[in-house]
């Protein structure tokens, strides 16, 4: 029977890999030999657990309710080390994780050298990409999103939500007029972010009156990226919204103003981890989890203190309405 059991295990990661040749190399085996051990549970069936063709390979219906009764077994194996390993005071090990670039420059790469110092004994091995990765192929341990998620076979787990915000630079408002109401965005020069699904429409709603504004802008440079959108704005070339993780930063030392923040975004935006298993997270991927939601709620506090340091003195800031 432990021939068996062994033989179910490989098959799992030949559907999961999608591939003799892919689950080969992850198991450290020759591919003629996973192809024989699942002709060896098919011979010990009696039926066909997969239908090969010369690019895909597809489950039959009996495959199908088998893959999940051995995909259950392999998790509680997994679960079973999980726990041994979740009594340790410490994690080690590699974390394959992806994001889009600007949550990785902006918030992301900052919190992993922190959670690096408190777990000296992780390591990372991080992609940073706009595209979606597919992170069983590519054999990722942890994929970090921001926005609604598709419908897929994964898991995910919210870690917290962001907002963007109105943000123009000092120098840009002291040479432009007054900005009181709304109205007023939209006689500026426009950073916009064409990544964003309407990057010429924002749509506003008052944070105590509920009273809610789609307005029209007028923009002076577009650019796919966050990362720029931020630095143009910086540079005073026009007004544009940014996500808050993106700018606590800049609004706290006064490079940058949150205009108008009686007015917010319409929505949240919400940041997920999203994993192939929940079943067989390691537990250094668990803490990681929630270190990342701490400091999403730890950024949030920061977000909402109405104080700027500088030059040694503690400065209120002036309020915009």
């Not at 108008?260 to 997920?272: D, G, M, T």
Request: net charge positive; charged share 20%.
């Amino acid at each position: 029977m432990l021939k068996e059991l062994y033989r179910m295990a490989v098959f799992v990661q030949v559907v999961e890999h999608g591939s003799f040749s892919k689950a080969a190399v992850a198991l450290g085996l020759g591919k003629s030999v996973v192809s024989a051990h699942v002709a060896a549970l098919e011979s010990r069936l009696g039926t066909q657990l997969l239908t090969r063709s010369t690019r895909a390979l597809s489950l039959t219906q009996e495959g199908a309710s088998f893959y999940e009764n051995c995909r259950s077994m392999v998790a509680a194996g997994e679960s079973a080390f999980a726990v041994v390993e979740s009594s340790r005071a410490s994690a080690s090990g590699t974390i394959r994780l992806t994001s889009s670039y600007n949550f990785g420059v902006s918030f992301l790469i900052a919190k992993l050298a922190k959670f690096k110092q408190i777990h000296p004994d992780v390591s990372f091995d991080m992609v940073l990409e706009d595209s979606v990765s597919n992170l069983i192929e590519e054999r990722f341990d942890l994929a970090v999103r921001v926005g609604r998620l598709p419908d897929t076979s994964l898991f995910a787990t919210t870690l917290g939500t962001c907002r963007m915000l109105v943000c123009a630079s000092p120098e840009f408002l002291s040479t432009n007029a007054r900005i009181t109401k709304p109205d007023d965005l939209v006689k500026l020069p426009w950073v916009t972010i064409t990544a964003l699904p309407h990057p010429e429409t924002l749509n506003l709603v008052h944070g105590k009156t509920g009273q809610r504004l789609t307005l029209r802008l007028h923009s002076a440079v577009k650019t796919h990226a966050g990362i720029a959108a931020r630095e143009f704005i910086r540079a005073g070339v026009g007004a544009g919204i940014l996500p808050d993780y993106a700018v606590t930063g800049d609004l706290l030392r006064g490079e940058l103003v949150h205009v108008l923040p009686a007015w917010n975004e319409a929505f949240e935006r919400p940041i997920s981890a999203v994993f192939p298993s929940r079943d067989r997270l390691p537990t250094r991927v668990r803490l990681l989890i929630d270190f990342l939601r701490k400091s999403l709620d730890d950024e949030k506090a920061i977000q909402g203190a109405t104080v700027i340091a500088r030059n040694g003195r503690v400065k209120r800031q002036a309020p915009r309405s």
